[in-house]
């Protein structure tokens, strides 16, 4: 079997190896918030270990960070799901591990609108799917339309993964465009894979609509969330899934039989900022939106650019060309960046949109900023003819 490795992961590795060696590298490549946890967070951390909550945890997760979760999701977003259809998972990455190994027949189809997700190509292939690619544009908002996947639709396709909000874009589905793209999925008998785990990190007021939130659509869509990003928990590991029974339970087995659930520290830890997740996720929002603001303005400044804050997520998805940029490489232009100019990013290319790079702005805001002046220094004596 070809293993494909995550290329961000492999440029995360690459950059931190570089600053373990003493270089100071400017990492925007991984796609997490540089926070420290909220003490709501570590306090119940310390609370589980001072109390001995160290054994093997329930394998499909705590009763109370079910409960938490599915409070949270109904609070927030308008659901309507009880702690038993939740169930909880070492990070939303292996929930959509775990389904796709559990949903995928041979040559099945998996429909992914590009820009995508690293994984879920990687993670289709692994399973014997077929990753069927919907390319989507800048003038669309890199969103998905309903005739776009009517066209795509035929008897092998058995999956849509939507991600709303969206890594790498920041583009955010309104509750129309949701009704219309599910109205297909079920005309097709699809299951729709929604992966909402950047949902709380929408900004400017853009109010977030959840897959989860169509009662009359309960039966073939899949949540996948996680409190890596809303909550800035991605160490902790911990995610969770809102699906109908059968596959609440294939995910409770699956996980019985690899990894005997989550690690129950980091579960307290979970069921706390969910029980306060107003008070968490607003740290972790508020901070986000300056480091955006941040990334956005330096960038603008630094190249003499109008773009525009991403709506959503953690990320700036830019094109080459708007940098000046006359490289048609994606990889090349990266590997330059982090070779000459110490700045780590991901290629588009990774993300199925050659002549894009993408950057975080997860870490903090001066480091953000001094990573464009490096950026674009580099773009201007290795691109521009200075
Ligand atoms: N989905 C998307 C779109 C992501 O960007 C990520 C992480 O980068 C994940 C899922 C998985 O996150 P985690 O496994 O940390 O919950």
């Not at 270990?49 to 927030?76: C, D, F, R």
């Not at 990753?131 to 339309?145: F, N, Y």
């Not at 007021?205 to 309960?218: E, I, L, T």
Request: aromatic letters at 10%; glycine letters at 6%; proline letters at 5%.
């Amino acid at each position: 079997m070809k293993l494909n490795e995550s290329a961000t992961v492999a440029i995360n590795s690459l950059a931190k190896q570089k600053i373990a060696a003493g270089i100071n590298i400017f990492n925007l490549s991984a796609g997490e918030p540089e926070l420290m946890p909220h003490p709501i967070i570590v306090d119940a951390a310390l609370q589980a270990l001072k109390q001995g909550k160290t054994l093997y945890p329930p394998v499909a997760g705590i009763p109370e960070l079910k409960q938490a979760a599915s409070q949270w999701m109904n609070h927030e977003y308008q659901c309507n799901f009880t702690a038993d259809q939740c169930v909880v998972t070492p990070g939303g990455k292996f929930a959509i591990y775990l389904l796709l190994q559990y949903l995928l027949k041979p040559a099945d189809e998996v429909i992914i609108p590009a820009p995508y997700w690293v994984s879920y190509p990687s993670i289709t292939e692994l399973f014997g799917g077929k990753a069927c690619i919907v390319p989507t544009r800048a003038e669309q908002g890199w969103k998905l339309t309903p005739e776009q996947l009517i066209t795509v639709c035929h008897t092998r396709s058995r999956i849509l993964i939507l991600n709303n909000a969206c890594n790498p874009t920041g583009a955010l589905y309104s509750r129309e465009e949701l009704q219309a793209l599910l109205a297909v999925a079920k005309q097709y008998d699809l299951w729709v894979i929604s992966d909402e785990v950047y949902s709380g990190l929408c900004f400017d007021d853009k109010p977030y609509v959840s897959c989860g939130a169509f009662a009359q659509h309960r039966e073939r869509v899949i949540v996948v969330q996680s409190c890596s990003k809303s909550f800035a928990m991605t160490g902790w590991r911990v995610g969770f899934t809102f699906a109908p029974p059968t596959i609440i339970q294939a995910l409770t087995i699956l996980l019985g039989q690899s990894t005997s659930g989550t690690a129950t520290l980091s579960q307290w830890a979970a069921t706390a900022a969910l029980q306060h997740s107003t008070l968490v996720n607003s740290y972790v929002n508020g901070e986000l939106k300056k480091r955006r603001n941040a990334l956005v303005n330096a960038f603008n400044t630094a190249f003499n650019l109008q773009i525009a804050a991403p709506l959503s997520s953690l990320y700036l998805f830019v094109s080459l060309p708007t940098l000046g940029v006359n490289e048609l490489s994606s990889q090349r232009f990266c590997e330059r960046a982090l070779a000459e100019a110490n700045v780590a990013t991901v290629p588009g290319i990774a993300f199925g949109q050659e002549g894009f790079v993408r950057l975080s702005f997860g870490a903090d805001p001066e480091r953000l900023t001094q990573a464009v002046a490096a950026l674009a220094d580099f773009c201007q004596q290795a691109y521009r003819g200075h």
